[in-house]
């Protein structure tokens, strides 16, 4: 059984440029959230998603949006990248019912814009 | 305030020894209190939980003490070992199953010398 999956790995963008990074939750979880940890720092919630709606967003802005698809995967989009864009980008999954409970972690997605 | 203090930032512990790491929080409406163990490169990985309608819970080497009345919350790490050395973050849920959303504290860098 797959665990959360996120892709790419790592990668390089220029200050202003767009960027998407992709998810696919573990087997059998149906929501999807998106943390942003600095480095060394924990992780920061940026939003949630469930049944492809956005369901409870950080404290980001409008720059950051999302999207989740039918099959539960998730796609995150930065607009404008700033310099202090530069994190890992987590995503986590979980079944909507058991609320905060259970949240798996996929390994990030290292973003650094230059 | 939806802050999660947590101290120290690092801890050096020989092995065999006990690790203690402590959180603080403000908000009473948590009620889901996780930590997380992040190795370099990797996402965070749930460890152990603990709800405030118990003080203390025991997996393994792993144990939460919980104080509801002081608002903290601590992992003890037992006979700890050199693989335990990690980035640990403890972690608070408002608001039951309403909601998904994590809140992390700052990290604590362990390291156990062999």
């Known amino acids: 059984d797959a665990g959360v999956t996120q892709s790419p790995t790592h990668l390089i963008k220029t200050r202003g440029q767009q960027v998407t990074l992709r998810c696919s939750p573990k087997?059998?979880?149906?929501?999807v959230s998106w943390y942003q940890q600095a480095l060394g720092q924990g992780p920061q919630f940026i939003f949630q998603y469930y049944e492809e709606e956005e369901r409870q967003r950080g404290n980001f802005p409008d720059r950051f949006s999302g999207h989740q698809f039918p099959n539960y995967s998730s796609e995150l989009n930065v607009n404008a990248l700033l310099l202090g864009d530069s994190a890992l980008y987590l995503c986590?999954?979980?079944?909507?019912?058991?609320?905060?409970?259970?949240?798996?972690f996929g390994p990030g997605t290292r973003l650094t814009v230059t | 305030q939806q802050q999660v203090k947590q101290s120290p930032q690092s801890l050096i512990v020989q092995k065999g020894g006990i690790s203690i790491i402590n959180c603080a929080y403000e908000n009473t409406a948590f009620d889901y209190f996780p930590w997380y163990q992040q190795f370099p490169g990797k996402g965070p990985a749930l460890l152990i939980a603990?709800?405030?309608?118990?003080s203390e819970k025991k997996e393994g080497r792993f144990t939460i003490s919980f104080n509801k009345s002081a608002k903290q919350f601590s992992l003890h790490i037992m006979d700890s070992q050199p693989g335990d050395s990690a980035t640990y973050f403890c972690a608070a849920s408002e608001d039951g199953g309403a909601t998904n959303k994590l809140i992390f504290g700052t990290g604590t860098l362990l390291a156990v010398q062999p």
């Open positions: 986590a999954s979980n079944r909507w019912t058991a609320g905060p409970y259970e949240q798996y």
């Open positions: 087997s059998g979880h149906d929501t």
């Open positions: 603990i709800r405030p309608d118990v």
